[in-house]
């Protein structure tokens, strides 16, 4: 009988049965939604006092869509990136956004080997399922815009060689709106790759006196343990997509969208980019509560988190004291709303 013989001549066993393909995971609403508020229920072991925060959050993972958290310091913005990529058997990794970092810490780089030869690929951290982008606005422009291609095409182009990123893929980045010196905005092109923007704000005094009842001893982020992995929440995203989103809604996202670019009061309104995150974050909302098919409600709750931080106001509306949100829910009072959404 051959033997199998190795490149080094030395005698290997023979090649194993190729693996039988791994069926794709198929979900419909109601398992979705099941699949959801355990995420959520993870997660609020950690952010106590704040569901629709929570809600949100998990709204992002479900469309694959990034997420912004920008507040004043000591709200949990990290502890929320971090509860909501604990909740995930999933590859995960933690970048802190420094001046000094270079892109080339965040998408990997080619290092030259002399034994072959040739130059080797070493992938950086955003080859991972969740990246936690932590005060990404500490990083030059420089640094930032190497996220650009990751977040919107799910790859990475290094010295011309592209690299597919593993799904799902999910940037979860903080931000503090409030201490800028040494710090660098955001720039417009970035902030539309963010499905949502969310702030945490201060608990109430209930969920305060319970978060320090609960971390004498321990930090809940240590007790946290995956409510599900990587290839039920690639199923759940493909199950959100497959959600009804009737014409009139479609229509009527349109229409919101539209709005915001003929508002005096804005000199940038939502982009076309913006017209698809909130369509899929009305179809993920849908979903977690079980629904087929979205309703005109789903929309209105998301268009301020999904819009708000893409709007560019004049001088006039800061000067004002106008807030994004603001305009959006005088812009939202202003529209006819639509009737159903089954059909």
């Given at each position: 009988?051959?033997?199998?013989?190795?490149?080094?001549?030395?005698?290997?066993?023979?090649?194993?049965?190729?693996?039988?393909?791994?069926?794709?995971?198929?979900?419909?609403?109601?398992?979705?939604?099941?699949?959801?508020?355990?995420?959520?229920?993870?997660?609020?072991?950690?952010?106590?006092?704040?569901?629709?925060?929570?809600?949100?959050?998990?709204?992002?993972?479900?469309?694959?869509?990034?997420?912004?958290?920008?507040?004043?310091?000591?709200?949990?913005?990290?502890?929320?990136?971090?509860?909501?990529?604990?909740?995930?058997?999933?590859?995960?990794?933690?970048?802190?956004?420094?001046?000094?970092?270079?892109?080339?810490?965040?998408?990997?780089?080619?290092?030259?080997?002399?034994?072959?030869?040739?130059?080797?690929?070493?992938?950086?951290?955003?080859?991972?399922?969740?990246?936690?982008?932590?005060?990404?606005?500490?990083?030059?422009?420089?640094?930032?815009?190497?996220?650009?291609?990751?977040?919107?095409?799910?790859?990475?182009?290094?010295?011309?060689?592209?690299?597919?990123?593993?799904?799902?893929?999910?940037?979860?980045?903080?931000?503090?709106?409030?201490?800028?010196?040494?710090?660098?905005?955001?720039?417009?092109?970035?902030?539309?790759?963010?499905?949502?923007?969310?702030?945490?704000?201060?608990?109430?005094?209930?969920?305060?006196?319970?978060?320090?009842?609960?971390?004498?001893?321990?930090?809940?982020?240590?007790?946290?343990?995956?409510?599900?992995?990587?290839?039920?929440?690639?199923?759940?995203?493909?199950?959100?997509?497959?959600?009804?989103?009737?014409?009139?809604?479609?229509?009527?996202?349109?229409?919101v969208v539209g709005a915001t670019r003929a508002i005096p009061e804005v000199r940038l309104g939502g982009s076309p980019r913006a017209v698809l995150h909130l369509a899929r974050a009305a179809k993920a909302?849908?979903?977690?509560?079980?629904?087929?098919?979205?309703?005109?409600?789903?929309?209105?709750?998301?268009?301020?988190?999904?819009?708000?931080?893409?709007?560019?106001?004049?001088?006039?509306?800061?000067?004002?004291?106008?807030?994004?949100?603001?305009?959006?829910?005088?812009?939202?009072?202003?529209?006819?709303?639509?009737?159903?959404?089954?059909?």
């Amino acid at each position: 009988m051959a033997q199998h013989v190795d490149l080094n001549g030395i005698g290997s066993a023979p090649p194993a049965p190729p693996a039988p393909a791994v069926q794709p995971i198929r979900l419909d609403a109601s398992e979705v939604a099941g699949i959801g508020r355990k995420i959520a229920g993870a997660i609020s072991q950690v952010v106590l006092g704040k569901p629709e925060v929570v809600r949100l959050a998990v709204i992002c993972m479900l469309t694959e869509g990034h997420l912004l958290i920008e507040d004043v310091p000591g709200t949990g913005k990290t502890s929320l990136a971090k509860a909501l990529a604990k909740s995930v058997s999933a590859a995960v990794s933690r970048v802190q956004f420094t001046p000094d970092l270079m892109p080339s810490d965040v998408t990997g780089v080619s290092i030259y080997d002399r034994q072959t030869g040739k130059f080797e690929f070493r992938p950086g951290p955003v080859f991972a399922n969740i990246i936690v982008a932590d005060e990404i606005n500490r990083a030059s422009p420089k640094t930032q815009s190497a996220l650009l291609e990751c977040m919107e095409e799910r790859q990475v182009t290094v010295d011309g060689t592209t690299y597919a990123l593993a799904r799902p893929f999910l940037v979860l980045a903080t931000q503090n709106p409030v201490e800028m010196e040494g710090t660098y905005p955001l720039p417009e092109a970035q902030r539309d790759r963010f499905l949502a923007r969310t702030s945490i704000g201060y608990p109430d005094a209930a969920s305060e006196v319970a978060m320090l009842a609960g971390r004498d001893h321990s930090d809940p982020l240590d007790d946290l343990v995956p409510v599900t992995d990587g290839p039920t929440v690639a199923a759940l995203i493909d199950a959100v997509s497959t959600i009804h989103l009737a014409p009139e809604l479609r229509q009527y996202i349109v229409e919101v969208v539209g709005a915001t670019r003929a508002i005096p009061e804005v000199r940038l309104g939502g982009s076309p980019r913006a017209v698809l995150h909130l369509a899929r974050a009305a179809k993920a909302a849908a979903a977690l509560d079980g629904r087929g098919y979205v309703v005109p409600d789903d929309i209105q709750r998301l268009a301020a988190p999904v819009l708000a931080h893409r709007l560019l106001l004049t001088v006039e509306a800061h000067a004002a004291h106008r807030s994004a949100e603001e305009i959006i829910r005088v812009l939202l009072g202003r529209l006819r709303v639509p009737r159903g959404g089954r059909v």
